[in-house]
């Protein structure tokens, strides 16, 4: 299957995923304390990116620069995806899979999430996660200066109540066809782009985290 692999790196070496997949691919590097080998650095497609804390930056940065070019199949990939999000077996596997794919598998994710009586977060089929609604991650971050909760940002970008429960991808690892990511103008990336980068790591890249499905899964317009 014709796939281009757009690999976003921080501080680890991706040359163990670069051998597991067919096709062309990029690395996005944002490492600043990791030496990589030259046959790496030294790749027509490695590119020094914004250390931003996140791999959605890259993401975004590739689809605008790209918009009128885009291959027609890309997996949007971590350095260290397997092992951290997905095991070897299932990414492989999941890499020959058509349309688009979530590229998480957590196997003990697929028992629920209980506190006090109330669900709060499980793997309902295999790569999606089911997390309520309640922008906890704020918490512990400072206040988003664009969009400071999920709903903020949900009801900018799509003309829907926001979810009660919200269905997306831990690690925001996944393939997406050129159609779906077409569906959406350039100056929504643009606004994704800004808004995940203005600060270290902002709460707006959390919340874009939990709308991947409502981005390129779903149709939403």
Request: charged share 20%; with cysteine.
């Given at each position: ?20 997949l067919e096709g062309e691919y990029a690395i996005y590097d944002q490492s600043d304390q990791f030496n990589l ?11 020094k990116t914004k250390h931003t804390g996140h791999n959605l930056s890259d993401y975004f940065y590739y689809i ?158």
């Amino acid at each position: 299957m014709n796939t281009y692999h757009l690999i976003s790196n921080y501080n680890y070496d991706p040359q163990p995923l670069v051998d597991l997949l067919e096709g062309e691919y990029a690395i996005y590097d944002q490492s600043d304390q990791f030496n990589l080998s030259e046959n790496l650095i030294n790749f027509r497609f490695f590119f020094k990116t914004k250390h931003t804390g996140h791999n959605l930056s890259d993401y975004f940065y590739y689809i605008i620069n790209n918009f009128n070019k885009l291959p027609e199949r890309i997996a949007f990939l971590k350095g260290n995806i397997v092992g951290r999000h997905i095991d070897k077996d299932d990414f492989i596997k999941r890499l020959q899979l058509p349309g688009c794919v979530s590229l998480y598998s957590d196997k003990k994710t697929y028992h629920p999430k209980i506190q006090l009586f109330r669900f709060i977060a499980q793997q309902i089929a295999p790569g999606v996660f089911l997390e309520i609604n309640n922008n906890w991650y704020c918490k512990t971050r400072s206040k988003g200066k664009y969009h400071p909760t999920f709903n903020d940002l949900f009801q900018k970008l799509f003309s829907y109540t926001p979810p009660k429960y919200i269905p997306f991808i831990p690690g925001a690892c996944f393939i997406a066809t050129r159609d779906k990511i077409l569906q959406w103008d350039i100056e929504i990336y643009k606004h994704l782009y800004h808004i995940t980068t203005y600060e270290f790591f902002p709460v707006e890249a959390y919340h874009v985290e939990r709308m991947i499905m409502y981005l390129f899964f779903f149709n939403m317009i």
